[in-house]
């Protein structure tokens, strides 16, 4: 079956069972590698990217769900500034900053989930405790072995308020 559907703002062709999952299609068809298998099973948040701007498990959406849709993943995260290489975003800087990100595993799904909580406001005007019990509950569905989490939240409140700070 042939499916279009916008690709971290470019169009993109596909030819491939409607059944296949939109994570091979974007790994194997379309190249983007960033988007990591955990599970396989949508419990580890790995393979996270963005489907019409809402954070969605790649393993579990068949790539003919997609069909007329955008798909964001980790690699559409950094925005592209006329005459010059990417700029990473606020949250991929804060993650490595941070030491956010150890092994890469769950990274990109952690990064896509993350963007999704700051661009959304839901830390906005929250004091410290509020901002990590939120971003803790919100990335529930991210499973990292390495960090113990703390380093994560750490850099997931830095994006936030450098946002926040950025467009008062």
Known sequence: MKLELEVNGAAAHVEASPWKRLLDVLREDLRLTGTKEGCGEGECGACTVMLD????????VAVGQCHGRKVVTVEGLAAQRAGEAEVLHA???????????????????????????????????ADDATARAKVRELLAGNICRCTGYQLIVDAVIAAARELEGARS
């Open 91 to 125: 949250v991929q800087r804060a993650l490595v900053t941070c030491g956010g990100a150890q092994c890469g595993i769950c990274t990109p799904g952690i990064a896509v989930c993350a963007v999704h909580v700051v661009d959304s406001g839901a830390l906005h005007g």
């Open 53 to 60: 701007g809402e954070a969605v498990n790649s393993c579990l």
